[in-house]
Every structure is written in C-alpha cells, then in structure tokens.
C-alpha cells in the first residue's frame, strides 16, 4: 500500500482504520464531519491525512493504522520508528505538509517518547533527506521546504505543550556561524516536555550575549546546539567563557551536536556533551530529580531531623 497523504481511500477501508460501521462512517461524510473527494466515476474517497486529522479531532484511535501504511501506534519498536522516518521523509520530499504534519502528531499522541520521534524519526527522516541530496536525487529547495514543514510542526506540538508555572527553567540555542535551526527548537520542546519552562534564544548568537542571557535569565539548565562550527578556537574559548557564567549561576550546561567532535569534547570543560535528545532527556529529568530532592530537603521542618 502506497502510503501518501493523496492515497484515496473508500468510506469503506476508512470504517475499518478507524474501526467503525461502514454506516456510520458514510454518515460522517453525508454530515461533513469527514471531507471527502469524488473519483471521476464519481464514487467518494477520502485520504489519508484526514482520516488521521478526523481521527485525533473526535479523539478517536485508529485501530488499523497499517492500512494507511502508518505504523500500530502502541509500541515506539525500531521497526516502527524505521517506516515512520522514511513514510515521513517521502511525505516531506513531496512537499506534503498535511501528511508530514499528521504522522508526527500520529505518534508524538501516540505512545512514542518525544525524544525517539525526534532521535528515531525526524532526524532519520532528514538523514534519507540529507543521502537523497547528496546523490542528486533531491533538489536543495525540496531540503529547504522539508525543514520549513517540521518547523512549523514543532512549532505547533509546542503550543499543545502545557507547563506548570514555577517549573524549573531551561534555555539555549546555536552560536555565532551556526544557521541551524531544527535541533535547538527540538530540544526545547523536549524540555517542556520533561516540564521545564524552556526558551529557544535561537541561531546564530554572539558568546557575549550567549554568556549575558545566562547571567540575566539564570537557568537551571542552559544547551548549546552545535551542528555547524566556523572556528573551533574561537568556539572553545566562547565554551569556556558560557561554561564559567553558567558555573557563577549554577546553571547546568549541557551540548550536542553533529560538529561536537571527540576532540572538542574533551576540551570542553564542565560541558556535558550528548549525541541525542534521549540523553538529554535523561539528563534532564536526573537534574529534576536531584532538585526536587534538595527543595523536599529543604522543606524538612527542623525539629524532624534526628
Ligand atoms: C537541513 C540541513 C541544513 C539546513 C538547516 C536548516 C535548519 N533550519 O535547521 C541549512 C540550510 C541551514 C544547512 C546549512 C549548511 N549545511 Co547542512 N544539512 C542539512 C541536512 C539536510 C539535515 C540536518 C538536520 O537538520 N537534521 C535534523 C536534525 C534534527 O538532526 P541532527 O542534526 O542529526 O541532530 C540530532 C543529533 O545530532 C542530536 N543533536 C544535534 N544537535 C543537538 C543539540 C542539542 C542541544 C542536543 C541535546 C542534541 C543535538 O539530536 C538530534 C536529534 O536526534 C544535513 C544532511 C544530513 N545527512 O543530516 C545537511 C548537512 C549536515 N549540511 C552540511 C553542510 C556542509 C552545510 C553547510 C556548511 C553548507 C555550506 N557550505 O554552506 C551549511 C552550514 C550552515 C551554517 N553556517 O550553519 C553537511 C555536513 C557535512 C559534515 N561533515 O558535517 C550535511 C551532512 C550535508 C552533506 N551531505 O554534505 N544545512
């Protein structure tokens, strides 16, 4: 099964995606409820994407994802996150925003960790994007448009995301020279995903005022995002410069990034370096807990002690 967003289906293998009568699922359309197209022999289909947006509008689980050529949606398996990547690669070479947009709300409300559908998924996904490029079988602007898609993805699981006021709080974002955008709004909303209050700066900022937002904003956790590198000198001594005003207020520094190599880890002192989001998760939710630790600590009435 060819599994586009423009794959028409019949109301009658949408009944079974979506695990209902064929009658009912007829009424929805006759009601408007599920918008449909006409086949030239004027029989009624319905495509992919809006069965899926149908589905998560009336908070309805698809029960036969497979017969939209998605993924089951209980279990985030290697399998699954593979097919996912390139069912989402092939949506986003094709420039389909609805489709691209639908699998990723498909498993981020699905079972799957935030962290593996960034990890396992899109950044899989801009791998395939990346290889099909560099063998000219993408074009650059199909590249660009692919990331402007999960921009304004992200953008949107971020504003479904909901914080507790008093939450710890996180910020980061690249340094001068490095345009990347994707991966410092994706660990930003991994952290509110963990529950911190967390801000991308954005691209491209100076280490002065990288080192000013640290001393203003005083984060608990602050991230560097480094996927491209102008000058390694200069990146290092700006390292230190960030490590030291995140040392003067506590804040816990942490990078990742694809030019971060073996050797510019070692010299980056009290920086924790990761590969993916699921380590920076992992870091995350242990400085959570040590946090919550200290504040019950704390919070200990004085007499209880022994
Ligand atoms: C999209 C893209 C761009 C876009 C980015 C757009 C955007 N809005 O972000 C733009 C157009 C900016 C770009 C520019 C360039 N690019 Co480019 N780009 C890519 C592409 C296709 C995808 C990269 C991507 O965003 N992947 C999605 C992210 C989410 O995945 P990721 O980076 O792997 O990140 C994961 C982990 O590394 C980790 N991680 C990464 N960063 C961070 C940060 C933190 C805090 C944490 C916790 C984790 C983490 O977690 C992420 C999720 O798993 C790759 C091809 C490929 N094979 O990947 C080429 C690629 C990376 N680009 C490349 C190059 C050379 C460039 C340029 C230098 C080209 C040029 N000469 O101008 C410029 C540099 C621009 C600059 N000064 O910053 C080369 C790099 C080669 C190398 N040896 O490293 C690649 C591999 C293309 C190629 N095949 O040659 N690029």
């Given at each position: ?167 710890l ?51 608990t956790l ?28 506590q804040?816990a ?30 870091f995350a939710k242990s400085l959570l807990r040590v946090h919550r630790r200290t504040l019950s600590s ?9």
């Open positions: 099964m060819n599994p586009s967003a423009d794959h028409p289906h019949s109301p009658k293998q949408v009944a079974r995606v979506l695990g209902v009568s064929e009658s009912s699922l007829k009424r929805w359309c006759d009601q408007g409820l599920l918008q449909t197209t006409r086949t030239a022999g004027g029989h009624r289909k319905v495509l992919a994407a809006e069965v899926i947006r149908f589905a998560r509008d009336r908070g309805i689980t698809i029960a036969s994802p497979e017969l939209l050529g998605l993924p089951p949606l209980a279990t985030a398996t290697e399998s699954n996150c593979e097919r996912s990547a390139c069912l989402l690669a092939e949506a986003l070479l094709a420039g389909d925003e609805s489709l691209s947009r639908e699998i990723v709300f498909h498993l981020a409300l699905g079972n799957c960790p935030v962290a593996r559908l960034f990890d396992d998924v899109i950044a899989r996904s801009f791998a395939i994007i990346g290889d099909r490029w560099a063998c000219q079988r993408a074009e650059v602007y199909q590249e660009r448009r692919s990331c402007e898609i999960i921009l304004r993805t992200l953008m949107e699981l971020r504003k479904s995301q909901t914080v507790s006021p008093g939450s709080t996180a910020c980061g974002g690249t340094a001068t020279g490095n345009l990347y955008s994707l991966q410092t709004l994706m660990a930003e909303v991994l952290l509110r995903d963990c529950g911190y209050q967390a801000t991308s700066l954005g691209t491209a900022i100076p280490f002065d005022s990288l080192v000013q937002a640290i001393h203003e904003l005083r984060p602050f991230w560097l995002s480094a996927a491209h590198i102008l000058d390694e000198a200069e990146f290092l001594e700006g390292v230190t410069r960030v490590s030291s005003a995140c040392a003067a207020t804040s520094l942490v990078a990742g990034g694809r030019a971060l190599t073996p050797q510019l880890r070692e010299q980056m002192i009290d920086v924790t370096c990761v590969d993916n989001m699921q380590q920076l998760a992992g704390s919070q200990q009435p004085a007499d209880r002690t022994p």
